[in-house]
């Protein structure tokens, strides 16, 4: 089956969430600087958010480009994927709107390590129908992001406890190392497979 339709239907979701979470930012009643500043919280929360979202979209697009056809088990997979980051307005209102108080900075994190351990998911299931020579199992190789990011994720939960600011800054940090463009993927597809 060909990808074009899973592919559409991820872009429609993602750019729906995108359009969620930027209505949910409130037209401020004044006209200066100061009448800003109550929306600052909720601002900076949609700007990471809105990175995480561009960066799955990004990351999701090279991946099926490198997908030659899909099954049952990769839409469930993407599927799985998309109802994690279906959660990001919500956690992202929540944790804006409490400025960034333990509780909502932690589901954050708990959402955002669950839309990576479904997008490895969904990865692992691409590379188990198409096999281990495919153009995407050559490109991830060690996955050396892959396997940061969940550790970061799960010290940022912890430390919204602790110190949420560490939390934001991990946060932040995990999208910067995925913000960096990866060329895994059109390197892989572009280098000739061993043996041929």
């Known amino acids: 089956m060909p990808t074009t339709r899973l592919e559409a239907f991820s872009d ?17 009643s004044g006209t200066t600087l100061a009448a800003l500043r109550p929306l600052v919280p909720l601002l900076l929360t949609y700007i990471l958010s809105f990175i995480f979202l561009g960066i799955y979209w990004n990351n999701h697009h090279h991946m099926f480009q490198a997908t030659d056809d899909i099954g049952g ?11 994690w ?5 919500f956690v992202t209102g929540w944790m804006g709107e409490n400025h960034f108080e333990p ?18 998911i969904l990865q692992t299931a691409i590379i188990a129908r198409q096999g281990p020579d495919s153009t995407l199992a050559r490109a991830v190789g060690r996955d050396v992001k892959g396997k940061i990011s969940p550790f970061l994720y799960l010290l940022a939960i912890g430390l919204a406890f602790v110190d949420q600011r560490l939390s934001d800054a991990l946060y932040v940090l995990v999208a910067a190392i995925w913000l960096v463009p990866d060329r895994r993927i059109e390197r892989a597809k572009h280098r000739p497979v061993e043996g041929s």
Do not use: C, E, Q, R
């Open 85 to 89: 980051l279906s959660l990001v307005p």
């Open 73 to 83: 088990g990769v839409m469930w997979a993407n599927l799985h994927l998309l109802f």
């Open 103 to 120: 509780l909502p900075t932690a589901v954050y994190g708990v959402v955002l390590l669950m839309a990576g351990v479904a997008y490895v």
């Open 12 to 28: 429609g979701v993602i750019a729906i969430l995108i359009t969620i979470m930027v209505l949910d930012l409130k037209v401020p």
